[in-house]
């Protein structure tokens, strides 16, 4: 083996390294997400779709009781305290509306977004989302994977007499680049996660008509499963005057 090969097989092995430990850092230990007391709807939410989801359903239960409405130019503003509520992602979001905001800022107020990360981690100790610091870790590993592999290659000087040869080339690279891509589509939320999302699903399908609920509560459940087809069925009106409907709905609402 050539000295140019040596390093290229060298940068490969530490490449593999990269992934693997990031592999270690996605995996998920802990509860399968199926013992104790169901999550939340913020909880269901967050695991659906992420934190915007989480305050656009904490956002919902806040008007049910006529803690805010929604404000101009498709804002939400608070409409006096935030009730008989000891929901800490609820309460999060409410200190947050000094001011009117749109909903798409209020993840990203220190309130709320305190409140979101607590619940991430409790998610994360029940083995239902990645935890972030992990995942960021995991990212940044997976990124510098392709580039120790392109610095080996540099190094060892492909064209060179005693350099690796193409074969060696794409027997060692194309694993590690398609190891890489694999673990940078896991989403955050474990396969626990998207199993209980689904069975809950098939429990309780979006009903036809808005007049089918009248259980404040299911409403929250079904705007956390389905988001903006629930938004726009049993709050339609809060849901587009608070700018909280992130997509148009089929019929161009």
């Not at 592999?23 to 967050?46: H, K, T």
């Not at 804002?75 to 305290?81: C, D, E, H, Q, S």
């Not at 935890?131 to 940044?140: D, F, I, K, M």
């Amino acid at each position: 083996m050539g000295t140019g090969t040596g390093w290229f097989v060298a940068a490969a092995c530490a490449a593999w390294a990269e992934v693997l430990v990031a592999a270690v850092l996605l995996r998920v230990r802990g509860g399968s997400g199926g013992g104790g007391a169901p999550p939340g709807p913020e909880a269901l939410a967050l695991l659906r779709g992420g934190r915007q989801a989480a305050v656009t359903v904490a956002l919902v239960a806040l008007h049910q009781r006529g803690a805010v409405a929604a404000g101009r130019k498709h804002t939400v503003r608070a409409n006096g305290g935030p009730g008989r509520t000891r929901d800490p992602v609820q309460l999060g979001v409410h200190r947050s509306l000094r001011n009117a905001l749109p909903p798409h800022a209020l993840a990203a107020r220190p309130e709320a977004r305190r409140a979101v990360d607590a619940l991430w981690a409790d998610l994360g100790r029940a083995g239902l989302l990645r935890p972030p610091g992990r995942r960021r870790t995991a990212r940044l590993l997976l990124v510098a994977a392709p580039a120790t592999l392109a610095a080996g290659l540099l190094i060892a000087g492909a064209g060179a007499q005693d350099g690796p040869g193409p074969v060696l080339v794409l027997a060692a690279g194309v694993p590690v680049l398609l190891a890489v891509l694999a673990l940078l589509r896991l989403p955050p939320a474990t396969r626990a996660a998207r199993r209980l999302l689904a069975d809950l699903r098939e429990r309780h399908p979006l009903p036809a008509h808005r007049r089918e609920v009248t259980d404040g509560r299911l409403v929250q459940l079904y705007v956390a499963l389905y988001g903006d087809p629930a938004l726009a069925l049993f709050l339609p009106r809060f849901a587009r005057d608070g700018g909280l409907l992130g997509h148009r709905t089929p019929d161009g609402r």
